[in-house]
């Protein structure tokens, strides 16, 4: 069973960056991995995902153009840093990876989940 850690949350100011890391206990191979998030009294929904294989990355247009996902195949790390944070992007965030897909935003295909971490931006 994969294991997956987020670290690297925290409280930032409006316009300020963060980066968060997500290890995973053991090659994911093949499989997609995503970050999503949810906020207070939301559904949780994607931020964005990477390919198995990191050739393609695919954003939510509310993250467009100011977050960035990487993914470190050989030291089993997925990273997301966030630049030009807004209050709107305070949030639980969580890493996840699918064990069947290697494309996909369906939240239903992720298989095993990270505990999350809290980013918080304030105004």
């Known amino acids: 069973q994969v294991q997956l850690v987020e670290s690297g949350g925290g409280l930032v100011q409006v316009g300020g960056s963060l980066r968060l890391s997500c290890a995973t206990s053991?090659?994911?191979?093949?499989?997609?991995m995503g970050w999503f998030r949810q906020a207070p009294g939301k559904e949780r929904e994607i931020v964005g995902y990477?390919?198995?294989?990191?050739?393609?990355?695919q954003y939510a247009d509310s993250v467009k153009g100011r977050f960035t996902i990487s993914r470190d195949n050989a030291n089993n790390t997925l990273y997301l840093q966030m630049d030009s944070l807004k209050p709107e992007d305070t949030a639980v965030y969580y890493c996840?990876?699918?064990?069947?897909?290697?494309?996909?935003?369906?939240?239903?295909?992720?298989?095993?989940w990270g505990q999350g971490t809290q980013v918080t931006v304030s105004s």
């Open positions: 990477v390919t198995g294989i990191g050739n393609f990355i």
């Open positions: 996840a990876v699918s064990t069947t897909m290697a494309l996909t935003s369906d939240i239903s295909d992720y298989d095993y």
């Open positions: 053991e090659h994911t191979g093949s499989g997609a």
